[in-house]
């Protein structure tokens, strides 16, 4: 059942032309309007305010930024409120979603004529996204969603040969298990399986016998099968963040860390300015992309999307075999996958076809035979409730649970609590071992919390408010946002500049499907 047919929509090549000569970057593949964009604009930078833009940190990459904490720390600035500055749209939050938007629009617009801002009230990344497990998969029920994941991971792979910058894209595998060993659920698996392999997308339906063999050693039920996405994987969450930084830094875009928005201005039901403590900011659109803070932002204006704060717990865990694989680990770890040579994966076409053919059933390793019982594929278990992301390249697995209707609310976003609970703690560590065995002697090597934010039917809010002309939203992707920002980045900016949205169906996300609750101002 693997993917034969090409896909049906082409991958928007738009995507993989915000390349830019970052300073510290080799030359790069120049886009078909690259000449013309930039003599319309000119090479000069925006006439506003210089930014007090610091360095970069030398802190370790890799998910799990302290909450607060990213790439760009937020500068130390005096209030200017008596001043006033201009801009063509202005972005709220410098996450994933609000640095991709942010990166696709200084592509298309005049830096000098139509200045792209990106306010963000902390550090530029340290938010949620920074906190992400960045799965990225294509698996799901939605072929919206299952459309926009496959555009999205195959930006990636491309990404660090097109720009010339890491984003520590690795080429994991992703095995997503059924839900159960019901016939309902299987047949429901394979009809995903075989509708995403219609789209192009590597998929293949697994069986209990070719689960061991993907993932020797673990524990599964005769009967239990799985839908495995070899060219699926991960990025580094510091690195792709700060490499989209760079890009729409680099054509054109301001990013403005430590900048909180207090309001959203509104004349004659439009948009015309946000904000903050440094002064208003006069513009024509608005993009409300700050996470588990939209809802409070647009409560301000008295509307109440309906937009649920969760919080979610996650694990780091160590062996002895993962620390002794981490001594492995180095630029030339691992085999490269099949779509680009920056690609760094642990399982080869050739292995994986053994392992899928091993009649036998005697569990084809994938890799040397220390390696095999650590450097797995990432697992989507929703029969226990877990993932499990295997991090060699740290010497850890990230481990949380993958039912949202686990998660507890968050009422205030600004007061998260922080503490991990010691029974999830012990439920990790049961629930791992159970399923794979190696993690029997695991022990903690770090702990975090995560809020997410979600709509009321699991899908998120992108695009125009009926109720305020220019205020766009992008909010509600339930930890998802990594697997779609480059899509996301791609439509919302089609949006915004009055284009034909190509990258993902307007109306799927469309804020509009829901009626606002009008809260008293």
């Not at 001043?83 to 640095?99: D, T």
């Not at 780091?316 to 492995?328: D, G, Q």
């Not at 998660?407 to 991990?420: G, K």
Request: glycine residues 10%.
């Amino acid at each position: 059942m693997r993917a034969a047919e090409s896909a049906q929509r082409s991958y928007p090549a738009s995507m993989l032309a915000m390349q830019s000569g970052c300073t510290d970057s080799p030359p790069v593949v120049r886009s078909l309007h690259a000449d013309r964009d930039e003599a319309a604009r000119g090479r000069s930078q925006p006439s506003f305010p210089a930014l007090n833009r610091p360095r970069r940190q030398n802190r370790p990459s890799g998910f799990g930024a302290p909450q607060g904490q990213g790439l760009c720390p937020p500068p130390t600035q005096k209030s200017r409120r008596g001043s006033s500055m201009k801009a063509r749209i202005v972005i709220i939050g410098g996450g994933v979603m609000g640095i991709s938007i942010a990166a696709q629009l200084a592509r298309q617009t005049d830096a000098l004529k139509e200045p792209i801002m990106l306010l963000e009230r902390g550090s530029v990344g340290g938010g949620t996204s920074g906190r992400s497990s960045t799965i990225l998969r294509q698996f799901n029920e939605s072929r919206c969603i299952a459309s926009m994941a496959r555009d999205s991971l195959r930006f990636y792979s491309r990404f660090e040969d097109k720009i010339g910058r890491s984003i520590g894209f690795l080429r994991t595998g992703v095995l997503t298990l059924a839900k159960s060993q019901d016939p309902a659920d299987i047949e429901q698996l394979e009809e995903l399986v075989a509708m995403q392999a219609t789209m192009g997308i590597d998929i293949t339906r697994v069986s209990a016998r070719e689960i061991r063999n993907l993932i020797p050693g673990a524990e599964v039920e005769a009967g239990t099968v799985g839908a495995w996405e070899c060219s699926a994987g991960c990025v580094d969450s510091t690195r792709t963040l700060e490499a989209f930084s760079c890009l729409a830094r680099n054509k054109g875009a301001i990013l403005r860390p430590g900048t909180t928005v207090e309001k959203i201005l509104v004349k004659a039901g439009r948009v015309c300015g946000v904000r903050t403590a440094e002064g208003d900011i006069q513009c024509e659109d608005v993009v409300v992309a700050a996470g588990p803070w939209t809802r409070g932002l647009l409560l301000g204006l008295g509307l109440d999307y309906p937009l649920n704060i969760t919080r979610t717990e996650h694990l780091h865990v160590t062996n002895s075999s993962l620390k002794e694989a981490e001594a492995h680990s180095d630029p030339e770890f691992g085999m490269h996958g099949p779509e680009s040579s920056g690609a760094t994966s642990w399982i080869s076409r050739d292995i994986l076809d053994a392992a899928l053919a091993d009649e036998a059933g005697e569990g084809t390793k994938l890799g040397s035979c220390s390696e095999a019982s650590v450097l797995h594929p990432t697992l989507i278990d929703p029969q226990l409730g877990f993932y499990a992301r295997c991090d060699p390249l740290h010497a850890r697995a990230r481990v949380g649970r993958c039912s949202a209707g686990q998660a507890t609310p968050v009422a205030d976003p600004d007061h998260l609590d922080e503490r991990i609970d010691d029974e999830f703690r012990d439920w990790v560590r049961a629930t791992l071992s159970r399923r794979l065995p190696a993690y029997e002697d695991a022990e903690e090597v770090g702990a975090e919390v995560r809020m997410c934010t979600e709509t009321k039917d699991s899908r998120a809010l992108i695009g125009p408010t009926p109720e305020i002309k220019g205020l766009y939203l992008v909010s509600g992707f339930s930890g998802c946002g990594f697997k779609l920002a480059p899509s996301v980045g791609e439509g919302v900016a089609q949006m915004l500049l009055g284009q034909p949205v190509s990258a993902f169906e307007p109306e799927y996300f469309a804020p509009a499907r829901f009626s606002a609750l009008r809260v008293p101002g």
